[in-house]
């Protein structure tokens, strides 16, 4: 079993910050790439950021500039800081992670998510 928990979204105005983490516990061997994506009201759920195990990132062109992601690899934690929100930014936050478990299993984990919300 692996759990991701996500934690930090809230409501704030537009041009705030925030950042989130998400945490992997359970039985985890190793994780390769971990991500955020979001999902808005009425919208399909979409990629915000991704890295590799390595630190190679990857953004969508909306945030680019205004998000950063990092990861604590000691941690199984990945972080998403957001800088200068939008009201476009307002959706729920959901952690992704590619975890090898201590049996050798390879999974795609999800986390339950945590809702942003931006203020005009």
């Known amino acids: 079993q692996v759990q991701l928990v996500e934690s930090g979204g809230r409501l704030v105005q537009a041009g705030a910050s925030l950042r989130l983490s998400c945490a992997a516990s359970g039985s985890i061997r190793s994780i390769n790439t971990m991500g955020w994506y979001r999902q808005a009201p009425g919208k399909e759920r979409e990629l915000v950021a991704t890295?590799?195990?390595?630190?190679?990132?990857n953004y969508v062109n909306s945030v680019k500039g205004r998000f950063t992601i990092s990861r604590d690899n000691a941690q199984n934690t990945v972080y998403l800081q957001m800088n200068s929100l939008k009201p476009e930014d307002t959706a729920v936050y959901y952690c992704?992670?590619?975890?090898?478990?201590?049996?050798?299993?390879?999974?795609?984990?999800w986390g339950k998510g945590t809702l942003v919300t931006v203020s005009s």
């Open positions: 890295i590799t195990s390595g630190a190679n990132t």
């Open positions: 992704n992670a590619e975890v090898l478990t201590r049996q050798y299993y390879g999974m795609t984990c």
